[in-house]
Nanobody, 124 residues
Framework: VQLQASGGGLVQAGGSLRLSCEASGRTFRSNGMGWFRQTPGMELTVVSAINWSGARVYYADSVKGRFTISRDNAKNTVYLQMNDLKPEDTAVYYC??????????????????WGQGTLVTVSS
């Protein structure tokens, strides 16, 4: 099983990026998926999560109203649209997938599969 995250880069404050995470090796159409981020010396924290159908989503308070999570089960892919980016959004972003079906984990302990991370840098 592999989760391939992409879409990170350097952007100015106020700009936008769209992260993608494509899964291979198995389907996750019945599983929750999420995005996390980490800065040096800090813990891995949840950014957003989405249940199998997309009907339920979760956002950290710090990104509500700016980030949107979505998924395309036919492509086995989850997305994170990030708008109005701020310097404090700078981090390595990781996607993750839950092995259990139909859940919506909002903590890293709820996830079993992890991507390699993609760096997002927001300049002021």
């Amino acid at each position: 099983v592999q989760l391939q995250a992409s879409g990170g880069g350097l952007v100015q404050a106020g700009g936008s990026l769209r992260l993608s995470c494509e899964a291979s090796g198995r389907t996750f159409r019945s599983n929750g998926m999420g995005w996390f981020r980490q800065t040096p010396g800090m813990e891995l924290t949840v950014v957003s999560a989405i249940n199998w159908s997309g009907a339920r989503v979760y956002y950290a308070d710090s990104v509500k109203g700016r980030f949107t999570i979505s998924r395309d089960n036919a492509k086995n892919t989850v997305y994170l649209q990030m708008n109005d980016l701020k310097p404090e959004d700078t981090a390595v972003y990781y996607c993750a997938a839950d092995r259990e079906t139909y859940g919506l984990p909002t903590h890293r302990n709820g996830y079993d599969y992890w991507g390699q991370g993609t760096l997002v840098t927001v300049s002021s």
